[in-house]
């Protein structure tokens, strides 16, 4: 599997990203500047959490109208599969990859801690080594990750299962204790209509070791190198 991580000004979870795909693929990942204007053949291209252009005018809008995204555009439209996690997440709504936006939490704060996530799916390349139903715990860190749509792309998301992980407890419950944002339904995730580009304001590339506290997110890079490679 040929993968690439895209690299913008404030990005900060690029290398973590690249240091779980190289041991997933077994192969270097590349790195690509914002300022490119092509893409190489690649399977999957990522876009990483961090801070991008420093989050001025609104989080993931200044980066999904950098040079390098016209191509991330292009791509993901001929099918190439897409990993927006976090500040990649906002990106990708920004740049109409994704429904919905990312809003202000609706504690107004910054929000760092780990959370429960039921995942809704196993029929994607990205959740194929998860079961459905299953529930997992990833590192959340994001003062925008507040899911909002208008109530009719909400319903056809739902009904599409487009959703991709909730925010649950611990036993599985979606409730409002376990919403750490405000997110519409208690979505963590979405799909496009292809499922094909997934976004997730959770942190899968943060718990890929034990050294590192745990492994529910190795599953997700696993299922892509079985469904890309």
Avoid at 15 to 38: C, Y
Avoid at 123 to 141: H, K, S
Avoid at 183 to 190: E, L, P
Avoid at 197 to 215: D, F, K, N, Q, Y
Wanted: aromatic share 6%; with cysteine.
């Amino acid at each position: 599997m040929k993968a690439a991580v895209i690299v913008f000004p404030g990005s900060n979870c690029d290398r973590d990203v690249k240091v779980a795909l190289d041991a997933a693929t077994g192969r270097p990942t590349s790195m690509i500047w914002h300022k490119e204007t092509e893409l190489p053949a690649l399977d999957l291209i990522v876009l990483p959490g961090g801070f991008s252009y420093g989050d001025y005018l609104r989080a993931g809008a200044i980066a999904a109208r950098s040079p390098v995204m016209r191509a991330v555009v292009a791509k993901a439209q001929s099918g190439t599969a897409v990993l927006a996690i976090c500040n990649g997440f906002q990106v990708a709504t920004e740049a109409g990859l994704l429904p919905g936006t990312l809003m202000r939490n609706r504690n107004q704060k910054f929000v760092c801690k780990d959370v429960h996530l039921k995942v809704e799916t196993s029929q994607t390349a990205f959740t194929a080594r998860y079961a459905a139903g299953q529930v997992i715990r990833l590192p959340i860190a994001h003062a925008d990750g507040n899911y909002f749509a208008d109530p009719e792309t909400l319903a056809e998301i739902e009904a599409e299962g487009r959703v991709a992980f909730r925010y649950v407890t611990p036993d599985g419950a979606p409730d409002d204790d376990a919403n750490p944002n405000g997110s519409a339904a208690n979505i963590a995730g979405v799909f496009n209509r292809e499922k094909t580009v997934l976004g997730l304001m959770p942190h899968p590339e943060r718990l890929t070791e034990p050294a590192l506290g745990g492994i529910d997110g190795r599953a997700m890079f696993d299922s892509l190198v079985a469904a890309l490679s």
